[in-house]
């Protein structure tokens, strides 16, 4: 799964998934794209970037 904001706002994530449960298996790519919201804070302590979500 790979997540990326696509918009102040907005985030798609990829993925792909299988329903074989043998090999080989076959895979289906998909995507979708949410609403997010970010919250917290960030800081550096003693050169070290932290969040505070």
């Not at 696509?6 to 076959?26: F, K, W």
């Amino acid at each position: 799964m790979t997540v990326h904001t696509i918009a102040p706002g907005q985030a798609r994530a990829d993925y792909s998934y299988t329903l074989d449960v043998v090999e080989p298996r076959s895979w289906t790519a998909t995507a979708t794209t949410m609403d997010i919201s970010v919250g917290g804070t960030v800081s550096v302590d003693g050169g070290r970037i932290t969040w505070d979500g």
